[in-house]
């Protein structure tokens, strides 16, 4: 059977079940209201936000890779290419980050960005063009780069009191965006550089390739 | 037109609060995990009612904030109206639900339905089934009881799941404290 193209993005979004986005804000912000109240320590609370990211992210991973019809890529070469050839130009991390929210649409893009650059593939951002969110900030190696959002559904209605200042509000994404990653055999590091809750102009995660994983069955198909 | 999100998106955070405070913070505890999950469900309700509510003229009595709550609070946080409801005018509501979005996807654990089909029905196998799926239940509850004690009802809400493991239908039930009753 011949290979369904991926799909791009905004296409997925159009046809996911959504909700008001204002559920999905406030939830979230009770949660870290709730985790503030529990833990205390606003140390801990980065922790938990952040785990809790992690696990959402290794199941949307799936969700992500069922619905966008993007093949597995072995290898940085075969992501690039994959990328180069199809107009619709979604990596896996924009096709997860689209389908959440149109923000997403940046972190998919980070993670192709990266495959990329490392196998030196001269693809223009341009493709990514159009997106709430940009890739930036590429180190001379191609293992580190920026997911900057302007945009951040999960900080509507938010304002941080002064005890909050270690906070990092929005730790959530970074865990999904390592998850997700990490699923797809890239072991990556998220940090935020800059957060509009602290005053910044924008949001910025830095994502850094830690290493690529091999992939490891646990098991031989012939024996 | 408001922003909208995929809906896997509150779906794993709903998945994600469940698991983190039953099987984390408060794994020895179920009563306590219970309490702060529906505190979180709280605090949502009472702002979604806030914004909701925004450009309404006040409700004048009970039952017209009711019928908001199943019309159209409930169409904007589960996508459908209530199927049913009941009352007997002396401060109990109960509205059902037979679809819940929440549940509506929700598996249970094999091990345990086999369990509980090999003893008898009520056996204690079952009481676990149920006990996984109230957990995420005090969050939905916790919503409709902020959404009510925002409109100036104070209540009491909770949820019987009567054929589980289908989840077919879903009650909340409302008991006014005394003084709200006038």
Same mark, same amino acid.
């Given at each position: ?14 046809n ?24 205390e ?23 992500f ?6 093949s ?106 390592r ?5 797809v ?9 800059? =957060? ?26 012939d024996? | ?59 004048t =009595? ?90 100036g ?6 949820? =019987? ?22």
């Open positions: 059977m011949a290979p369904v193209a991926p799909r791009s993005g905004d296409a997925i979004f159009a996911v079940e959504r909700v008001n986005a204002e559920l999905f804000t406030l939830t979230y912000g009770a949660i870290v209201r709730q985790l503030l109240t529990d833990l320590e606003v140390e801990e609370v980065n922790k938990q936000l952040d785990q809790m990211g992690y696990n959402i992210g290794i199941r949307l991973i799936d969700e890779l069922a619905k966008s019809n993007v597995r890529c072995i290898d940085f070469k075969e992501t690039a290419e994959v990328i180069a050839k199809k107009s619709h130009g979604d990596g896996f991390l924009e096709g997860v980050w689209s389908w959440i929210h149109p923000g997403f649409l940046r972190k998919q893009k980070r993670k192709k960005m990266e495959k990329r650059k490392i196998e030196n593939e001269s693809v223009g951002l341009k493709m990514f063009l159009g997106v709430t969110a940009t890739v930036g900030n590429w180190n001379a190696e191609g293992t580190t780069c920026s997911l900057i959002l302007e945009d951040n559904p999960l900080v509507d209605f938010v304002e941080l009191p002064d005890t909050c200042q270690g906070l990092y509000y929005c730790n959530i994404l970074s865990g999904v965006i998850g997700a990653l990490e699923m055999s890239m072991k990556t590091e998220v940090t935020w550089i800059r =957060d509009m809750l602290r005053g910044d102009d924008a949001f910025e995660l830095q994502l850094k390739l830690l290493k690529q994983v091999p992939e490891e069955y646990p098991y031989k198909d024996e | 037109m408001g922003r909208e999100v995929s809906e896997s998106c509150v779906e794993s955070l709903l998945t994600e609060i469940v698991s983190s405070y039953c099987n984390g913070f408060y794994a020895d505890k179920p009563e306590l995990a219970a309490r702060r999950i529906e505190a979180i469900g709280f605090q949502v309700g009472h702002q979604l009612s806030e914004r909701y509510t925004m450009d309404r003229p006040r409700f =009595d009970h039952l017209e904030a009711i019928k908001f709550i199943c019309k159209d609070f409930w169409s904007e946080v589960f996508k459908k109206q209530i199927d049913n409801l009941k009352t007997n005018h002396r401060g109990t509501f109960v509205l059902q639900d037979n679809r819940f979005r929440w549940l509506s996807r929700m598996s249970v654990d094999p091990s345990i339905e086999t369990l509980g089909s090999i003893q008898d029905p009520s056996a204690m196998a079952e009481n676990k089934a149920a006990q996984a799926i109230g957990m995420h239940l005090y969050f939905p509850c916790g919503i409709i009881r902020g959404a009510l004690s925002n409109l009802i104070p209540c009491a809400v909770s949820a =019987d799941i009567s054929n589980l493991p289908a989840c077919k239908s879903f009650h909340f039930e409302f008991f006014y404290s005394a003084n709200s009753l006038n």
